[in-house]
């Protein structure tokens, strides 16, 4: 799950790619459940059993949860949209061209003249896209029952978030131009490297620098909980003291528990949510997945596929780039693609590619995410636990789309999807069911 990323992520589409830091990387490819294969007997019919957990969410709240997801498909548009106008305003009004001005009076030194820009820009921009980042993020959040935040804490954690991005905005930037200036007509080649080295910088300071900022994070003392868990890490060969919980509930209620870090800062995170709200099977089975994550290397796959799409948009990003300069260069008031002020540009460029790209990220993550949910039901045991984590999943992730919507929109596979699997291993392993889950309440009515 992404975490204190998506704060910096909003505003410039340069740093989408910051979100695979945090790997909580879903993705399924389809699976028909062979009932015929049941070692449970035909007695065991895997799609009643999935309809009978899909059932357990009262009507109302499916469909509130429909709409709320089926909303953010749009925010995507939205998001792409405004983006793309706010950076057109840049251009057009060349008020990228006199931040750029600024900032050469104020200094001789290019790396500082860059930082000055970046500073500017990024304020600029997070006030321009304001009033849709506060309906998004707050408006909209507390419509759907999502947020617990008042707006004074909302606020606090969106400054905190700016002052992030600003300075590793910064961190990126100067050696970005550096390159850009230094290298010519390769520059795309390299800046994609470093992009992908940058990546993993902020994924290893996440976190230990990052996540802190906006959570509460404390090792898990819980023996009862703690003992379980650390037994199965140690079965899947994971350093046995990684597990971390945090205080999610500051935002939300949201059941979540992600893998973050690189290296030598890896670490396994579960939220109090999690911890308050479900049993020691759905606590276990959610682990497992988490330590599928580890234990399958996701950080490092991830960070090669994603690195993949980042290098052919970085060669997009330089033809895009040099494309409009040939046509509007100097209307804009931009002298270059080594001029600072090209960057609106860049960030229209690298949007449009990476809306493109909705699909091929959502589904590089979705597959992962599958993986580890197949490596948690085999670590865990817990089919009926998972199910029902699946299902608390569905408060903000719709639970039964039609699979075209799945290859497209979902970086998890959808609830229906992960309990079919589910209740495809139960099948297959009879002595795994558990009544007390099969037959707990998830939601109250309302
Ligand atoms: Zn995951």
């Known amino acids: 799950m992404v975490r204190a990323g998506q704060l910096v992520v909003r505003t410039t589409l340069l740093f989408s790619v910051l979100a695979f830091g945090q790997a909580s990387v879903p993705g399924a490819p389809s699976i028909p459940p062979s009932v ?102 707050y408006f909209r959040e507390h419509k759907y029952g999502l947020l617990n935040q008042s707006f004074g804490p909302w606020m606090r954690d969106q400054l905190v978030g700016l002052g992030v991005g600003v300075v590793l905005g910064a961190i990126l930037m100067v050696p970005l131009f550096g390159l850009v200036r230094r290298l010519g007509r390769s520059w795309w080649v390299w800046g994609a490297t470093l992009m992908i080295a940058f990546a993993a910088f902020v994924s290893l300071i996440e976190p230990v620098y ?45 059941v979540s528990a992600n893998v973050s870090g690189f290296a030598g800062t890896l670490r396994i995170s579960l939220n109090d949510n999690l911890l308050k709200r479900c049993t020691l099977p759905e606590i276990e089975t959610t682990m497992g997945h988490e330590m599928g994550h580890y234990v399958l290397n996701h950080e490092y796959k991830g960070l090669v596929m994603f690195g993949v799409v980042i290098v052919i948009g970085f060669a997009f990003l330089n033809w895009g780039i040099n494309f409009s300069l040939a046509r509007w260069g100097e209307q804009w008031d931009v002298r270059g693609i080594t001029d600072v002020a090209v960057l609106p540009l860049a960030v229209i460029v690298f949007s449009v590619y990476m809306f493109l790209m909705t699909p091929v990220t959502n589904t590089i993550s979705r597959n992962m995410e599958y993986e580890a949910d197949l490596y948690g039901l085999n670590a865990a045991q817990q089919p009926d636990g998972e199910a029902n984590v699946d299902m608390l999943l569905g408060e903000y992730r719709k639970l039964d789309p039609g699979p075209i919507e799945e290859f497209i929109f979902y970086d998890h596979p959808s609830g229906r999807t992960r309990i079919t699997a589910a209740m495809r291993w139960k099948a297959e392993h009879p002595q795994s069911a558990n009544e007390d889950e099969v037959a707990r309440p998830l939601f109250e009515a309302k």
């Open 36 to 137: 015929e294969q049941s070692a449970a007997g035909p007695a065991f019919d895997i799609r009643a059993a999935v309809d009978a957990y899909l059932a357990k969410m009262p009507p109302a709240q499916r469909a509130r949860s429909d709409a709320y997801f089926e909303g953010g498909y749009w925010l995507i548009l939205w998001d792409f949209l405004s983006t793309v106008l706010v950076m057109w305003l840049l251009l057009h009004f060349r008020w990228s061209a006199r931040m750029r001005d600024l900032a050469e009076r104020l200094t001789r030194l290019r790396p500082l003249q860059t930082v000055l820009y970046w500073v500017q820009f990024f304020v600029v921009v997070s006030v321009l896209t304001f009033p849709l980042s506060v309906y998004e993020g």
């Open 210 to 254: 990052i996540a802190p900022l906006f959570n509460k994070y404390t090792t898990l003392t819980d023996a009862r909980i703690k003992g379980p868990i650390l037994s199965m890490a140690r079965a899947n060969g994971i350093p046995a003291t990684d597990v971390y919980e945090f205080d999610a509930s500051r935002q939300s209620n949201r």
